[in-house]
């Protein structure tokens, strides 16, 4: 079981990241219909429930993301490649933040009836 504890993480969180994508783009999907003022409220509910999904899967990409930091097998690739490997990993990590803040901004935005 613990052999199969890092794959089932690592699954969940692209499995949550490939989700919360899916919520932007269902926000955005919902926003640009041009509906009657009677299923604009309705569209707009259907809106922030994908928003607040979109958080769940936010919370959950963290909490995977950090029990995937805990199962972090050293040195795979040898001391040098695994320096390198781990410093691409943070830039990587800092750049997909910034494209969960600002996904999840313009979602938020979108929001407004």
Known sequence: M?????????FLHDFAAGCWA????????LD?????????????GL???????????IVLVMATGAGRSFTYVNHV????????RRRLLVVKHLVLLTVFG??????YAMLSP
Do not use: C, D, N
Request: proline share 2%.
């Open 102 to 107: 600002l996904g999840t901004w313009w979602q």
């Open 77 to 84: 690739y040898g001391v040098e490649r695994e320096q390198r």
């Open 22 to 29: 899916a919520t932007v783009l269902a926000v955005w999907w």
């Open 32 to 44: 640009r219909q041009s509906v009657s003022q009677e299923l604009a409220v309705v569209l707009w």
């Open 47 to 57: 809106k922030r429930e994908f928003f607040h999904l979109g958080l769940f899967f």
């Open 2 to 10: 613990s052999q199969l504890f890092p794959i089932i993480i690592g």
